[in-house]
T-cell receptor, first 112, second 111 residues
Framework: DMKVTQMPRYLIKRMGENVLLECGQDMSHETMYWYRQDPGLGLQLIYISYDVDSNSEGDIPKGYRVSRKKREHFSLILDSAKTNQTSVYFC???????????FGPGTRLTVL | QQKVQQSPESLTVSEGAMASLNCTFSDGTSDNFRWYRQHSGKGLEVLVSIFSDGEKEEGRFTAHLNRASLHVSLHIREPQPSDSAVYLCAMVYQGGRALIFGTGTTVSVSP
């Protein structure tokens, strides 16, 4: 069963704390993505990973970094979280560029 | 920067009636457009991908693309209450690198 998983599903943190969001996929997809979704803004691309240790900034990378040490795992890290990073974060994966993206269920992050 | 605008923001239809959603994009450089559905609290589910002008049908969902008028639409035939969700259109850009999304249309289907 092809799947993208995200952990945790819900997270509450205080401003200034570090945040780690995890994403996994079981399809051996090369390309993985992190998006955030905010009301009225739709989904915005934070980072893309083309394969292990091959990451590229998306449209809104400021305040985020990523790590991909295994093809099936892609992490989003917020060092010293800010209240404006409260959002729903989606991970996605695709076989290659242009291919269909499969989305995870999302992580709802609240930064107080 | 590329933009994608969706209309209407929300739509209520009766079960069995046709639902029509619209999406306009800022330029015609992309050749790959998609419609996604997102049920409340869930991830995105792709409905239709369309690559050339004309029509593409996937079950009860039909997309129409007209790149000259920078427009792609989605028609939902015989909508059911389970189709109540947010519908997002998206355009592939930057050489297939990623998607740019519209802000969504909330569809409510009443029995």
């Amino acid at each position: 069963d092809m799947k993208v998983t995200q952990m945790p599903r819900y997270l509450i943190k205080r401003m200034g704390e570090n945040v780690l969001l995890e994403c996994g996929q079981d399809m051996s997809h090369e390309t993985m993505y992190w998006y955030r979704q905010d009301p009225g803004l739709g989904l915005q691309l934070i980072y893309i990973s083309y394969d292990v240790d091959s990451n590229s900034e998306g449209d809104i990378p400021k305040g985020y970094r990523v790590s991909r040490k295994k093809r099936e795992h892609f992490s989003l890290i917020l060092d010293s979280a800010k209240t404006n990073q409260t959002s729903v974060y989606f991970c996605a994966s695709s076989l290659v560029n242009y291919a269909e993206q499969f989305f995870g269920p999302g992580t709802r992050l609240t930064v107080l | 920067q590329q933009k994608v605008q969706q209309s209407p923001e929300s739509l209520t239809v009766s079960e069995g009636a046709m639902a029509s959603l619209n999406c306009t994009f800022s330029d015609g450089t992309s050749d790959n457009f998609r419609w996604y559905r997102q049920h409340s609290g869930k991830g995105l589910e792709v409905l239709v991908s369309i690559f050339s002008d004309g029509e593409k049908e996937e079950g009860r969902f039909t997309a129409h693309l007209n790149r000259a008028s920078l427009h792609v639409s989605l028609h939902i035939r015989e909508p059911q209450p389970s189709d109540s969700a947010v519908y997002l259109c998206a355009m592939v850009y930057q050489g297939g690198r990623a998607l740019i999304f519209g802000t969504g249309t909330t569809v409510s289907v009443s029995p």
